[in-house]
C-alpha cells in the first residue's frame, strides 16, 4: 500500500507531504484545485515520462518520492531479477532536471523506466472513466475470468509451452528454407564434389609430382652426373674409395699413439664407410634411372587435373581443394539428410503442441465453469448499483488458434434493459453504466487475487442519489481486503472513508499554489455539507453531513 508521498516543484506545487493509510480515503476538492496534478505526481513516480514544462521553478528540479509498504505483495523475486535491494518498506523517487533528463531510484537504486514501470503496475491500479474503456479489451475480460477460474498457473505452464513452440516453428521454418535454397545449388554442388572426391587429392600429392616430372624431364642430366660420380668414386687408382683407403691406413698406423691420433683415425674410418654407401647407393639409383614417357603422360595429366581445379576453383594449394570438398560435402549432406532433419523437428512441434493443446483444453474447461459464477455475481452487483435490469452474456469459444493466454476467443455482450437485444459492451453501456461495471468487476476480483493498491479517479461521474450510496458500499467493502483511495464529488461516497483528504488552492504572495491536507472531524463536516449545498452550506447541509459520516 502507498503509506507516504512527497511532492516537490511540480506543476502547482511548491512542496507537499501526505500520509495514506490503509481501508478507504477519500480526496475532494473543487475544479480545478489540482486533484489531476496529484495523480500526475503520482504518475511520474511510477515511471511515466516527463519534461522541464511539469516544473513549477524552472531553476531547480522536481522531486517526487512515494513510500510503499509491500510485504505481503510477492515482490522479492521481481527485485532480485532486477538487482535492487528489497525493503519491506520500499521507496521510490523520481527526479526531473531543469534540462528536461529524470533520473529514478528504487531503494535508493538508480533504475530505468522500464523496471519502474512494471514495478508500479504491481503496486497501483489507477482507474478513471477513460479506463473503463478497458472492459472491452478481450485480455482485460480473459485477466477476469482466469482469475475465478484459477487458470494464471495454467496460463504460465501454456505461455512456456506456446514460447517453445514458437521457436521450433521458427527452426523448422529455417530448416525449410535453407532445404529450399540448398536444392537449387544442389545438382551444382553435387558435380563439383563428386568431381574433388573422384580426383582423391593428397595433401602434399602437387609437390611430389611436380619433383617427379622434373626427374623424368631431366633424366639425361641426372644418368650423365650420376654416371661421373659413380666412375669418380670407383676408379683404381684415382677414385675416391681408393684415396680414401690409402688415407685411412696412414691413420690407423698411428692410431696407437694417442687418443687424438685415435680419433683422427676414427672419423676417417666413418668417412670411408658413408662414402661406401654413398657410392652403392649411386649405383642402385643409376641403374634405375630411364626415360619412361608413359610415367611422363601420367604425370602431366595429373598435374594438369590439379592445375585445372585450382583455376576452376580460383586457388593455388591441395589443402584449399581438399577444403572445399569438405565444404561442398556439407551443402550436398545438408539436402541429402535435410528430410530427416525436417522430420525430426516436426516430431518436436508435434510433441509440444500436444502438450499445450492439452493445457488449452484445461484452461478452456475451467473458463466455461467460471463464466456463470462471474455473470451472476457481476449482475447481483450491478442490480444493487441501479441496474436492476441489466443482463450479461459471455460468449467462449475453442479455436484451433494460438493465442498468448490459450486457444479461445471471448465475446463479451450486455442487455441494459428488458426486451433490448444482447449488444457490444462499449456501444450499449453508458459512461456511468461503465464506471459501475468497472467497480463490480474490482469487487469480484479483490475476492481471487491480490490486487494493489486501487485509485478510483472520479469513478463515479454519472451517477448520483442512492447509486451513488451503494458505489459508496462497494467502495468500502473494497477496502476490507486492500487499500483504496478515490477522488470524488459525492458526498455520499467521501462520508465513507476512513481518511478524508481535501485539495484546495492558496494564493501566496500572488502567487498560486495547489495543497493537500487531511481533514479533522468538524472539517470533515463542513467539506461534505458544502458538496451538498455549496459554499455557505445551510444548517440542513451540516446536519445531513453528520449524518452521512455516522
Given at each position: 500500500m502507498l503509506t507516504h508521498l512527497t511532492i516537490k516543484n511540480y506543476a502547482l506545487i511548491e512542496s507537499l507531504s501526505v500520509k495514506f493509510q490503509d481501508d478507504l480515503s477519500i480526496?475532494?476538492?473543487?475544479?480545478?484545485?489540482?486533484?489531476?496534478?496529484?495523480?500526475g505526481a503520482l504518475g511520474l513516480v511510477l515511471g511515466k515520462r516527463a519534461d522541464s514544462s511539469t516544473l513549477k521553478d524552472t531553476g531547480n528540479k522536481c522531486i517526487i518520492e512515494a513510500q510503499f509498504s509491500i510485504l505481503n505483495y510477492d515482490l522479492e523475486s521481481y527485485f532480485l531479477e532486477n538487482d535492487i535491494d528489497f525493503e519491506k518498506e520500499t521507496i521510490i523517487r523520481r527526479e526531473i532536471l531543469p534540462s528536461g533528463k529524470s533520473r529514478a531510484f528504487i531503494n535508493d537504486t538508480p533504475t530505468t523506466l522500464q523496471v519502474l514501470q512494471l514495478l508500479g503496475e504491481k503496486l497501483i491500479d489507477i482507474h478513471s472513466q477513460h479506463q473503463t474503456l478497458q472492459l472491452s479489451d478481450e485480455n482485460f475480460q480473459f485477466q477476469i475470468i482466469d482469475a475465478l477460474a484459477g487458470n494464471f498457473q495454467k496460463i504460465e505452464s501454456y505461455k512456456r509451452g506456446l514460447k517453445l513452440f514458437?521457436?521450433?516453428t521458427k527452426e523448422h521454418t529455417a530448416l525449410k528454407n535453407a532445404e529450399q535454397a540448398a536444392k537449387e545449388q544442389y545438382e551444382y554442388n553435387l558435380h563439383l564434389y563428386e568431381e574433388l572426391s573422384k580426383?582423391?587429392?593428397?595433401i602434399e600429392e602437387q609437390e611430389e609430382l611436380e619433383?617427379?616430372?622434373?626427374?623424368?624431364?631431366?633424366?639425361?642430366e641426372i644418368k650423365l652426373n650420376l654416371d661421373e660420380a659413380q666412375a669418380l668414386a670407383l676408379n683404381e687408382e684415382i677414385g675416391l674409395q681408393a684415396l680414401l683407403v690409402s688415407f685411412t691406413s696412414n691413420l690407423n698406423r698411428i692410431k696407437s699413439f694417442s687418443k687424438e691420433y685415435n680419433n683422427l683415425f676414427e672419423r676417417a674410418a666413418s668417412l670411408k664407410i658413408e662414402l661406401d654407401d654413398i657410392s652403392n647407393e649411386i649405383e642402385v639409383i643409376n641403374e634405375n634411372v630411364e626415360f619412361d614417357p608413359i610415367e611422363l603422360e601420367k604425370l602431366n595429366d595429373r598435374l594438369q587435373l590439379i592445375y585445372n581445379l585450382q583455376k576452376k576453383h580460383s586457388v593455388s594449394t591441395i589443402k584449399e581443394l581438399l577444403d572445399i570438398q569438405e565444404s561442398l560435402s556439407v551443402k550436398v549432406d545438408a539436402v541429402q539428410n535435410s528430410a530427416v532433419k525436417i522430420l525430426e523437428k516436426e516430431n518436436e512441434i508435434k510433441e509440444v503442441s500436444l502438450k499445450i493443446d492439452k493445457l488449452a483444453k484445461t484452461i478452456f474447461s475451467k473458463r466455461e465453469k467460471a463464466i456463470p459464477v462471474l455473470i451472476k455475481k457481476m449482475e447481483t452487483i450491478l442490480s444493487n448499483l441501479g441496474m436492476e435490469n441489466t443482463r450479461l452474456k459471455l460468449n467462449l469459444k475453442h479455436t484451433n488458434q494460438y493465442f498468448s493466454n490459450g486457444k479461445d476467443t471471448l465475446e463479451l455482450l450486455i442487455s441494459a434493459n428488458?426486451?433490448?437485444?444482447?449488444?457490444e459492451l462499449k456501444k450499449v453501456a453508458s459512461g456511468g453504466e461503465l464506471s459501475r461495471i468497472m467497480l463490480s468487476v474490482k469487487t469480484i476480483l479483490s475476492e481471487y487475487s491480490k490486487l494493489p493498491t486501487i485509485i478510483f479517479d472520479e469513478i463515479d461521474t454519472g451517477v448520483s442519489g442512492d447509486v451513488s450510496q451503494k458505489m459508496a458500499d462497494i467502495m468500502k467493502l473494497l477496502s476490507a481486503n486492500m487499500q483504496v483511495i478515490t477522488i470524488t464529488h459525492l458526498p455520499q461516497i467521501a462520508a465513507k472513508g476512513k481518511q478524508h483528504y481535501k485539495v484546495y488552492k492558496e494564493d501566496i504572495n500572488n502567487n498560486i499554489v495547489t495543497k493537500l491536507k487531511e481533514l479533522g472531524k468538524q472539517e470533515r463536516i463542513n467539506e461534505i455539507a458544502e458538496m451538498l449545498s455549496g459554499k455557505n452550506a445551510s444548517e440542513t447541509a451540516i446536519e445531513h453531513a453528520k449524518q452521512l459520516l455516522n
Open positions: 480526496i475532494t476538492g473543487e475544479t480545478g484545485a489540482g486533484k489531476s496534478i496529484l495523480l514458437n521457436q521450433l580426383a582423391n587429392f593428397k619433383e617427379s616430372l622434373d626427374k623424368i624431364n631431366n633424366v639425361e428488458k426486451g433490448l437485444n444482447f449488444g
